[in-house]
């Protein structure tokens, strides 16, 4: 009898061990599935994104190409275009000269210069002072742009129009005045950013 009750006893604590172990598990089993559910909800949100802001893409060059098939085909808008034009490219013929482009050359290369030294030595001089200025760097980026667009342009339309570009002698002697140019300019800018930089000290 003793032997039966014990033997119960010894029944019920391993049934429930093993049902503690099982609801234990449990949880533990469900905590990745969630996961994976979490992580798998995420990646569809994510894919619905994505798709969304690619047909947004797709529809705006859509739209922007059949705008510009409907400006194209409009004569007025080749009317308009074509008298913007005209006086340019008149003045261009006017202007189709070895000297013209020697003097333009040099002009864009004092301008290419100026405003580079500006952006990396001028900026630096003008921070040992505790002053800076993004409207300055700004307006100075934009004059290298500008710059080196009109140094390439005119260099090609030298090319084509006259014999500049086959001259060495040209070539050269433009780029040493544009250099010594861009040299002065920025020294004679960089002393305009330090004055004012000395007026906003003391103005503080």
């Known amino acids: ?3 039966s009750t014990l033997a119960l006893l010894l029944g019920l604590v391993v049934c ?3 049902s503690f172990a099982q609801d234990a598990a449990a949880p533990a089993a469900a905590e990745p599935a969630a996961n ?3 992580a798998a909800a995420d990646k569809g949100l994510g894919g619905k994104v994505q798709a969304v802001v690619e047909t947004a893409v797709d529809t705006a060059e859509q739209t922007a190409d059949e705008l510009k098939q409907t400006v194209d085909a409009s004569p007025q808008a080749q009317e308009i275009t074509a008298g913007i034009l005209d006086p340019i490219y008149k003045f261009a013929e006017l202007l ?3 000297a013209i482009h020697w003097f ?3 002009l864009m290369a004092t301008g290419v210069v100026s405003f580079a030294l500006q952006l990396v030595i001028g900026k630096l001089v003008v921070l040992t002072r505790m002053h800076f200025s993004m409207t300055e ?3 100075d980026a934009l004059g290298l742009v500008i710059s080196l667009i009109g140094l390439v342009l005119t260099t090609q339309a ?3 129009n006259s014999s500049f570009t086959q001259s060495p002698a040209s070539v050269l002697s433009a780029t040493g005045v544009g250099v010594v140019l861009g040299v002065i300019f920025y020294w004679w800018g960089q002393k305009q950013e330090l ?3 000395r007026t906003t000290q003391a103005k503080k």
């Open 96 to 98: 189709a000269h070895p």
């Open 158 to 160: 030298a090319a084509e």
């Open 137 to 139: 760097v700004l307006g």
């Open 1 to 3: 009898m003793r032997f």
């Open 16 to 18: 429930s061990n093993s």
């Open 104 to 106: 333009a050359f040099a």
């Open 36 to 38: 994976d559910a979490a």
């Open 195 to 197: 004055r004012a930089a």
